[in-house]
Each structure stands twice: as structure tokens, then as C-alpha cells.
């Protein structure tokens, strides 16, 4: 399964309020709880969308290999989802659609909630980037601090390093240097395209080949 263009969003879907405050940022975040919504925050301007089911199919199984991968080369791994990740200095803010603490699990893994101001970012964020948008994500990950951020967008899945400031594509994971990305990215495909329980024990037998150095 490919998606050819972004999927365009519907007002029901999706909406933009400009030059508002961060106390109704986080006022609003407080109101929505638990709930499946994104918001965006970015110098006053917000943006709430409702994810699609294709969009959070394709996040639980890139999430889904990345858990098993860990599990199999017992590497400690903090997942953190879609926790809002923000500061109020910056006035930016966001849900990723999954993070973890891989490198700084040890920083991390005892704090109940997560201060950006004093502890460090996610080591790696998902973006599943099939649906068109109105505040660009990248620029507020990149404030935040966030090192490594894959970028799936229903055709490839981008592995992007911060350098200076801003993303640029890189070959290799920060997260996991020691893994051939085009063949995480195959197994990506396969397993929304075929069976899992067919798939998840080939994905296996390959992490097990894996030499971490």
C-alpha cells in the first residue's frame, strides 16, 4: 500500500486558529485530554487535526517494528507516543505520532512527566506525513531539539538528522546505526500488506542476523 499525493483534510477533519496565547494553548490541551487529536502550536497559531485510520495503521506498525526490534537486540527503549512535547519559551508545541528515548533512556526512564526545559528531547520522533497540513511540524521539532526524526509519507520512509538548526536526509539511523533502513523500510510495507503473524516472525530472523557495534 502507497499513497500517490497527501490526503487533503476536511473542516470536520481539521482547523487553524491564529494569534491566540499560550495559556489557551495549554488550556485547550487540558480540555481536549485523553482524546485522539493532534495539536499544533507554533508562535500563535494552532492547528487541531483528527488523525485518519490509515494514518494511525501506518504509525502503530512502524511503532510496532521498532518495539520488537529493540526487544530482540535488548536495547531499553522509553516510548512515549503522542505525549505533547512543548515549550513555553519557544511558544511551540506538538503530539508526534510516536517518540522514544533510546540513547537517554537511563535520563529519562524514572520521571513521571517529562520537562523539556531541563531534561533532553525524545532521541527519536515518527511523523507519518499523509495528510496536508497548515503549520509545518519539521521547524517546531527542530526548536525542540529532537536529534532524529523519521518522516514516513505512504511512499518512502525518510531518516532526517538535525544539523545546524534544520533536518537534512541521512542514509543511516542515530537510534540504530548498526540497521539497513531500506529493509526496516520493506518490512514497513509488508506488514500492512500481508499478515502480521506471517511477517513479524521473518522481521525477527533478520533483527537476529543485526550486528550492533
Not at 48 to 64: C, D, F, G, T, Y
Not at 73 to 96: F, M, Q, V, Y
Not at 130 to 140: D, E, L
Amino acid at each position: 500500500m502507497t499513497l500517490a499525493d497527501p490526503i487533503p483534510l476536511t473542516d470536520q477533519q481539521h482547523f487553524v486558529l491564529t494569534r491566540v496565547s499560550w495559556d489557551f494553548y495549554e488550556q485547550l490541551l487540558d480540555e481536549i485530554g485523553p482524546r485522539q487529536l493532534r495539536v499544533t502550536f507554533d508562535n500563535g497559531n494552532i492547528e487541531m487535526m483528527a488523525p485518519l485510520q490509515i494514518h494511525e495503521v501506518w504509525k502503530s506498525s512502524i511503532r510496532r517494528l521498532v518495539e520488537r526490534m529493540a526487544e530482540e537486540l535488548d536495547i531499553d527503549i522509553l516510548n512515549l507516543g503522542s505525549t505533547t512535547l512543548k515549550r513555553k519559551d519557544l511558544k511551540k508545541g506538538l503530539e508526534p505520532d510516536e517518540c522514544f528515548y533510546i540513547r537517554n533512556f537511563e535520563r529519562v526512564c524514572q520521571r513521571t512527566e517529562v520537562n523539556l526545559k531541563v531534561d533532553p528531547p525524545p532521541d527519536l520522533a515518527i511523523e507519518v506525513d499523509i495528510t496536508s497540513r497548515s503549520i509545518p511540524r519539521h521547524p517546531i521539532y527542530a526548536a525542540l531539539g529532537v536529534p532524529e526524526l523519521w518522516r514516513f509519507d505512504g511512499k518512502r520512509l525518510h531518516v532526517l538528522h538535525l544539523k545546524k538548526g534544520k533536518y537534512v536526509e541521512a542514509k543511516a539511523s542515530l537510534s540504530f546505526p548498526f540497521v539497513p533502513m531500506s529493509t526496516f523500510e520493506a518490512f514497513v510495507f509488508r506488514i500492512n500488506a500481508e499478515r502480521p503473524r506471517k511477517v513479524l516472525p521473518e522481521f525477527v530472523a533478520w533483527v537476529r542476523t543485526l550486528k550492533i557495534e
